[in-house]
């Protein structure tokens, strides 16, 4: 700490003659200039001290019969004495200043902690919904409005924390571990239809009235569960109803089918092994690369702009394509100050493009794999899967990849569905 204070003060490096050296030190002393770094050299001493105390010193001097002669000067001060003609250079630094305090009135980076179910793009994305983005003023943000919203709009997220600190939106998360359940309120009256044409296999009941049971075919909109209960008198007549909210689990066995296609010619790209390096700027949306040339490319530079310019043509050739890697770092200051640049170190590397066409064990290969993920869909989702078949179907230069499965799931969906019953009783009469 003393040495920024030292440079922000000023210092020089004095070389003392005289009798009495002695004398002079202890009067420094005694006035509270400060003095360090005394050495000896032949008769002389050289020894540090602040510009503003040598402005004082001067009687000291004269009282001690010594003669101060400045052999450096060091610190802001003589820095701004030096560079006072140069009024270009003073703009520009005021201008850099002023440049890095309008910088700081904004949000240049959102950190995310916390979020598991959900993605940072997923998240980054409903910002955006909200006008909230990199880039955007931080007085446009409020970090308590911003929480609630967050709360209303996600409810596996049970706490949430908002803060600006420099130039971040730290954003931290606290998700339930259990999963939220969205069912129909238990006040509204509802039916229970068909997701899809399937082959009843159970029928379990708990409120309001079945239409099927096991063994019963169904399509795709008929009720299975009616909201509607009637009320009978002593002689088994219907005098009245009234409706409920039909809570029942029915399974079926349904077909499904995926599909996924695939042009049968690629483009390959194989790496010849030669390699560049540049560098790669970042800012907002945009990109700037600059690949460090090597004497290779510099000739070929050379007779591209000959070729140019007339002085010969060269035979037409294909020029290599090159794949870029780029690993990127955002520029900050201390104290979480972001600026809205990223700065990366690129590596090219050379790839030879040719087209080829898949081979049927690569086909084969594909099929199996999207089969698998097929299947492992549906089991996230609690579906059993029966039977699997998977086909491959070519059409011109197109292949098809078929999957047909055959699983037993809940069929049911929450409807208002009384006009739908209405209009499946008169297709059945």
């Not at 194989?270 to 600059?290: D, N, P, S, V």
């Not at 097929?374 to 989702?381: N, S």
């Not at 929450?414 to 009469?429: A, I, Y």
Request: glycine residues 6%.
């Amino acid at each position: 700490m003393a040495k920024v204070r030292h440079l922000l003060h000023g210092i020089v490096r004095l070389n003392m003659r005289g009798t009495s050296p002695e004398r002079f030190l202890n009067l420094c002393t005694l006035a509270g200039l400060n003095v360090w770094q005394v050495k000896k050299e032949q008769e002389n001493l050289l020894f540090y001290m602040e510009i503003r105390d040598f402005k004082r010193c001067a009687p000291l001097a004269r009282k001690a019969g010594v003669r101060l002669h400045i052999v450096e000067k060091r610190g802001l001060p003589v820095f701004l004495w030096r560079n006072r003609k140069r009024k270009g250079w003073a703009v520009s630094f005021v201008l850099f200043f002023l440049l890095l305090l309008f910088l700081a009135q904004f949000v240049w980076e959102i950190d995310w902690s916390g979020n598991r179910r959900y993605t940072e793009s997923e998240l980054n994305h409903y910002l955006q919904t909200l006008q909230i983005e990199e880039g955007i003023p931080k007085k446009r943000i409020s970090c308590a409005r911003l929480e609630e919203e967050l709360r209303e709009s996600f409810e596996d997220i049970t706490w949430v924390s908002v803060r600006l600190h420099g130039t971040r939106l730290f954003i931290r998360l606290r998700e339930s571990e259990v999963p939220v359940r969205q069912e129909v309120e238990s006040g509204e009256a509802c039916d229970l239809a068909a997701a899809s044409d399937a082959r009843i296999t159970s029928v379990v009941v708990r409120s309001g009235i079945p239409l099927v049971q096991a063994g019963d075919t169904v399509e795709k909109g008929q009720l299975l569960v009616s909201g509607t209960v009637p009320i009978t008198d002593d002689g088994g007549e219907e005098i009245s109803s009234y409706r409920v909210r039909a809570d029942a689990d029915i399974y079926g066995i349904r077909e499904r089918v995926g599909r996924k296609e695939l042009p049968l010619w690629r483009e390959m790209r194989t790496e010849t092994g030669k390699k560049r390096y540049g560098i790669a700027l970042e800012a907002g949306t945009h990109t700037f690369y600059w690949k460090i040339p090597e004497f290779y490319d510099m000739i070929e530079h050379t007779f591209d702009m000959a070729e140019q310019w007339g002085f010969f043509r060269r035979s037409r050739r294909m020029k290599p394509a090159w794949t870029i890697r780029t690993e990127y770092r955002k520029l900050r200051l201390p104290l979480d100050f972001y600026l809205p640049l990223s700065v990366g170190w690129s590596e090219y590397r050379e790839t030879s493009v040719c087209e080829k066409r898949y081979t049927e064990p690569e086909l084969a290969a594909l099929s199996a794999a999207f089969q698998k993920e097929t299947e492992e869909k549906l089991i996230e989702k609690g579906v059993h899967i029966m039977a699997s078949d998977g086909r491959i179907l070519i059409n011109g230069g197109v292949c098809h990849f078929e999957v047909r499965l055959q699983t037993e799931e809940p069929i049911q969906v929450v409807t208002q569905g009384e006009q739908q019953r209405n209009e499946h009783n008169r297709d059945n009469d």
